[in-house]
């Protein structure tokens, strides 16, 4: 071992202090003017609409960005919002629900999309807190969803401090509804964030280049992930290949809830009365999911648990809030797939087994704001045992008429080694 | 507070600097020194506070031996040497590996003992061996006046506090010594580059790769088959990252340490351009080398041989030796070393076969070259061929090793080994399948199977991996690029010396960093990408131990 020789400390031999304090002068001006430039272009974009800055037409206004930093993005842009309608729920509504569509009544406008993309409930409730924090909106429509209400395993922890994950700082209240003392601190780091970050330059280069791009995902100044991602999908690989890869993504993990099924409404209540106490109207939504999703439970043997479900729900909120469910063996939801690669027959209602289209979406607010017809029903407790009764009437009768499609869900259910 | 960190270096770092070189104008340098020191206990203390007392405890500990020793006889100084080690090993083993034990324990013999989690304070390993490393010198007579506070700031130097380089009493005590501890521009240009460097290295290449080779390890840990693909891409990726991290800690340690007018020794010199593992060694933390060479390797292998002497043994290891001498004099300290080098890096058994693999891939390469004149007698063409075959081959080997390192278990580990080994099968995203039928169709006869994986990430990751690999196999390293300033006590060759890289380095070795516009601006493009990258903020990999 030859720990070396104790050199000369390094001090006063600078070859040439001249050059050295031209460099260092020259670095700190070329970082200076780095940052500078980098920031000024994020603050002008602001990819994330975390800062408010006026969207440029053409330019800026559709935001690629706030479609994957969702959870930053709306936190920031609800505060600027003072929506009459405030849509809270899961991706689902994040992609069914456009609040800029015509088939909202006058009286409901302007709607804010506040639905968080793999939210559950509790995440629902908690920004459902943050929004009132700071407006106050007349009408609230819940997406409720019977999947997030079983309690499941809880899903592998994003990595430490993931801001696209970790909301919970960047709320103004916390959980119980207290303010949240670390609310400031969030916010600069957003700021920062948003100003700041390669992801942050990188979103903003997006938003440039993909600005009216249809094969690019957006979100509008009202909260509404348009969807593109999944349009952008449904045209390269066709919607029979988007519905097999969300079946394989999803249904084997509710075998897996299966196991640890215990179901959870308290959030989906807590909602309902944090809204009334603040004087909004409630709505609660039963999403149409396609077939595929209601077969699977059933083949798991989670029929009696939706049921329940739906009965719970029905009795926990009384009248404090409207359900509309529009679940259901109905044209939109059992529309006939495409084979495996055609990518020329498209889906119309759907864009697979969890996700809605927007277009289903104004059915159902139309529905919802008064319009006739027989898609979807407004559940009380005088109708729950017939619309049950109905509902499973009717999965029978798809079941006898379409085996084969039993036996694909079937075997999407089957462990695979 | 990390160094990629705002608070790092917008108010930790220039609130240093500038206390250092006003008080060492006004007052002197002792009171700069009191200054490092102080400011060092604070980065410290951001840390882990509850741990502070025992940082100076130890420190007090040590000096209190160390001045005891220096009263007492050269020869006579081993008992109080081997009492001192006894108690710093003792609370290294404490705090490190009370929990390893008994969860061994209990899963050896099924018994239930309980022990609350014992937190690890943080760099303790690096300043208890910087301290035995003391000892154990002054136990054979070296080291000269010992001061508390020139030891103290051995110890708690901020720039090598946490996770090395682990310094020399000698190499540094003197510097501390000397220097002025003034503001100077050479020094500020030097170490500010070499900084920059280091973080752009951890903040935008390590962290980089990084988040497309971790959800691939946390699938492997649970359980999910890794297929050959995605194996390999988690191996080398992870491979990549880890050198990137930490060679980019230690270049921002050799360029804080540079600011301040110090110099702190080498620990890297482009390990993955080595050809053989021994080679390796030699230049992937080399300061950790240093120590397990001196302070462990070279007292078993010396103890090994006398008590072969001692029996008359005297045909040593080589051609014309015996297997048996090969087997205690190399193999025996070399696994031994190894195993205790697996041991330091953590209280785990995936640590363990880190160190077991490196042990034994060192045997192999000391037995190849002992014996390979025998079988492959013409040096030429073995170099000619070994040398680029020698570094894929060490270079898959440390991957390899480094898997385990950084799995949470041996099983998830070895999960991505058999993946690289095909025995999972090779899958591809099931998107080529839809948008190139045919060529799927025909990877489909050859057993590849298509799933919904997402293909971007997986190109993004190869797109990582080829070129952080260019970046660590061609140009020349940060060292080597400031080889004229001479930013570390130690320094590897000129790149234009270098041989690993005979095929480029007469068209790089110009590469030459001079305080010019160019390279200024270079400078603060490197450093804008390091700020840029600080929002994803991950603990250097080396800070756990």
């Not at chain 1, 430039?37 to 690629?64: E, F, H, R, S």
């Not at chain 1, 706030?66 to 849509?87: C, D, E, G, N």
């Not at chain 1, 509309?324 to 020329?344: A, I, K, N, Q, V």
Request: include cysteine; charged fraction near 15%; glycine fraction near 8%.
């Amino acid at each position: 071992m030859d720990p070396g020789a104790p050199e000369p400390t390094v001090e006063t031999t600078s070859r040439d202090a001249t050059r050295m304090a031209r460099y260092l002068f020259i670095w700190a001006v070329s970082l200076i003017l780095m940052i500078a430039g980098i920031v000024a272009l994020n603050v002008v974009v602001d990819p994330y609409a975390v800062l408010g800055t006026p969207g440029i037409a053409g330019w800026t206004l559709q935001k690629p960005g706030a479609v994957r930093w969702s959870r930053l993005s709306k936190a920031y842009m609800i505060q600027r919002a003072h929506p009459v309608t405030l849509i809270l729920g899961s991706s689902s509504a994040d992609v069914g629900f456009n609040p800029d569509s015509p088939a909202w009544p006058a009286s409901a406008r302007p709607v804010f999309n506040l639905a968080i993309d793999g939210g559950l409930p509790a995440t629902h409730l908690h920004y459902l807190q943050h929004a009132l924090a700071t407006t106050a909106p007349s009408h609230v429509l819940i997406e409720v969803n019977f999947i997030e209400s079983m309690d499941s395993p809880p899903p592998p922890a994003p990595p430490a401090a993931d801001k696209k994950f970790d909301f919970a700082p960047r709320m103004r209240v916390r959980a119980d509804g207290t303010p949240n003392p670390g609310y400031a601190g969030a916010h600069l780091a957003d700021l920062v964030f948003a100003t700041l970050s390669f992801t942050a330059l990188s979103d903003s280069l997006t938003t440039l280049l993909h600005q009216n791009d249809p094969a690019e995902a957006f979100e509008t100044a009202s909260g509404w992930n348009d969807g593109g991602e999944l349009r952008r999908w449904a045209a390269e690989d066709g919607f029979n290949r988007l519905m097999v890869r969300k079946d394989a993504d999803k249904i084997p993990q509710y075998a897996q809830w299966r196991r640890n099924k215990m179901l959870q409404i308290a959030p989906v209540l807590d909602m309902v009365r944090v809204a009334r106490a603040h004087g909004a109207t409630v709505t609660l939504v039963i999403p149409p999911n396609y077939v595929d999703e209601m077969e699977s439970l059933r083949q798991l043997g989670l029929d009696a648990d939706y049921d329940a479900w739906k009965t719970a729900l029905v009795r926990g909120v009384g009248n404090d809030a409207i359900i509309w469910d529009f679940s259901g063996y109905t044209p939109y939801s059992t529309e006939p797939l495409p084979p495996p690669g055609d990518r020329t027959h498209h889906l119309h209602w759907v864009w697979e087994s969890i996700h809605f289209q927007s277009a289903l979406g104004d059915l159902m607010i139309a529905r919802m704001s008064g319009a006739p017809g027989d898609f979807g029903a407004h559940l009380t407790a005088s109708n729950l045992t017939s619309h049950i009764a109905a509902w499973h009437a009717a999965q029978s009768a798809w079941e006898v008429a379409h085996p084969a499609d039993v036996a694909r869900v079937a075997d999407l259910l089957r462990p695979k080694h | 507070m990390l160094f990629n960190s705002y608070v790092f270096l917008f108010a930790f770092l220039p609130a240093t600097l500038t206390g250092c070189f006003l008080l060492a104008r006004l007052a002197g340098p002792v009171a700069a020194q009191f200054w490092l020191i102080a400011a060092s206990l604070a980065f410290y203390a951001s840390w882990s506070p509850l741990y502070l007392p025992l940082l100076i405890g130890s420190i007090l500990f040590n000096y209190l031996i160390a001045k005891q020793m220096t009263r007492q006889p050269e020869g006579s100084r081993g008992a109080l040497m081997a009492a001192a080690i006894a108690v710093d090993i003792g609370l290294l083993a404490y705090y490190k590996y009370t929990n390893f034990f008994v969860d061994t324990v209990n899963l050896l013999s099924g018994s239930q003992f309980f022990v609350a989690q014992i937190l690890l304070p943080l760099g303790i390993s690096f300043y208890t061996f910087q301290q035995i490393t003391l000892l154990v010198d002054l136990s054979g007579g070296a080291a000269g006046k010992l001061r508390l506070r020139d030891f103290a700031l051995f110890v708690v130097f901020f720039p090598h506090l946490i996770a090395g380089p682990i310094v020399h009493h000698s190499e540094m005590t003197p510097q501390f010594a000397r220097a002025r501890y003034r503001f100077e521009w050479e020094n500020m240009a030097v170490g500010a580059t070499l900084f920059a460097a280091g973080l752009f290295k951890k903040a935008v290449l390590a962290d980089g790769i990084a988040a497309s080779v971790l959800p691939i390890y946390i699938g492997a840990d649970h359980g999910h088959p890794v297929t050959l693909i995605y194996a390999w891409a988690a191996c080398i990726g992870f491979a990549l990252q880890m050198y990137f991290d930490f060679s980019g800690y230690s270049d921002m340690a050799l360029g804080l340490a540079r600011m301040l007018g110090l110099r702190l020794p080498m620990n890297f010199n482009s390990p993955l351009k080595s050809s053989s593992i021994i080679e390796y060694w030699s230049c992937w933390h080399i300061t950790l080398t240093r120590f397990l060479t001196g302070y462990v390797y070279n007292p078993l292998a010396m103890a090994i041989t006398r008590w072969r002497h001692a029996r008359g043994w005297r045909r040593g290891p080589g051609p014309r030796g015996t297997w048996g001498a090969a087997a205690s004099v190399i193999a025996a300290p070399t696994l031994m070393t190894m195993f205790l080098s697996g041991l330091w890096h953590g209280a785990g058994f995936t640590y363990l076969v880190f160190g077991l693999l490196h042990g034994f891939y060192l045997c192999v390469n000391h037995f190849w070259r002992l014996y390979r004149p025998r079988i492959w007698r013409d040096d030429a063409s073995h170099d000619h061929f070994m040398r680029p075959a020698g570094l894929a081959l060490t270079f898959v080997a440390a991957a390899v090793a480094l898997t385990y390192f950084h799995a949470e278990t041996v099983a998830g580990g070895s999960n991505i080994i058999a993946g690289m080994a095909g025995v999972h099968g090779v899958a591809l995203p099931d998107v080529i399948e839809s948008r190139l039928p045919g060529l799927a169709a025909a990877l489909g006869h050859i057993g590849i199977v298509f799933g919904p994986l997402p293909l971007p990430t997986l190109l993004t990751l190869y797109l990582w991996i080829f070129a952080l690999l260019a970046i660590a196999l061609v140009p020349p390293n940060m060292l080597q690029i400031l080889f004229a300033w001479q930013p570390a006590i130690t320094m590897p060759l000129p790149y234009a010396q270098d041989r690993r890289v005979q095929p480029w380095r007469a068209a790089l070795r110009h590469l030459q960093w001079q305080p010019n516009a160019a390279w200024a601006v270079a400078a603060a493009g490197v450093s804008a990408c390091g700020i840029l990258a600080l929002n994803q903020v991950t603990a250097f990999l080396y800070w756990q131990f």
